[in-house]
Nanobody
C-alpha cells in the first residue's frame, strides 16, 4: 500500500492550491484520511481529517480557508487551500488509516505519503 501526493508548489499570499493524495495497493477499506503539515524547524501538526463517511475536522489555524474532501471510489483525498498565508508554508503529508490484505487475512495501520512542498510567498 502506498499514498502518492501531488499538487504542491509556490503561490503568493491570498492564492489557492489543491492537493491530492491517492492510495493504491491491496486495500480492503480506508477509514479516516487526513493532511498534516510541517513548517521548517517545527513539529508536524494536524491540519484536517475526514471520516470515511465524509465528516471533516479542521485545526483552528485552517478553519474557513481549507476544505478537505474524498472520493472513496478512487481511494483519494483532496485538500483545497484558499486564502493562503506565508505561515501555511511547509511540507504537507497525507495520512490514511487503511485495512489491507495480508497472507493471513487483513491488517490495519496508518500509512503516510512522501510529502509535498507548499510555499506561500508574502
Amino acid at each position: 500500500v502506498q499514498l502518492v501526493e501531488s499538487g504542491g508548489g509556490l503561490v503568493q499570499a491570498g492564492g489557492s492550491l489543491r492537493l491530492s493524495c491517492a492510495a493504491s495497493g491491496t486495500i480492503f477499506s480506508i477509514n479516516a484520511m487526513g493532511w498534516y503539515r510541517q513548517a521548517p524547524g517545527k513539529q508536524r501538526e494536524l491540519a484536517t481529517t475526514i471520516s470515511r463517511g465524509g465528516r471533516p475536522n479542521y485545526a483552528d489555524s485552517v478553519k474557513g480557508r481549507f476544505t478537505i474532501s474524498r472520493d472513496n471510489a478512487k481511494n483519494t483525498v483532496y485538500l483545497q487551500m484558499n486564502s493562503l498565508k506565508p505561515e501555511d508554508t511547509g511540507v504537507y503529508y497525507c495520512n490514511a488509516n487503511i485495512a489491507f490484505y495480508t497472507s493471513s487475512g487483513y491488517s490495519v495501520r496508518d500509512f503516510w505519503g512522501q510529502g509535498t512542498q507548499v510555499t506561500v510567498s508574502s
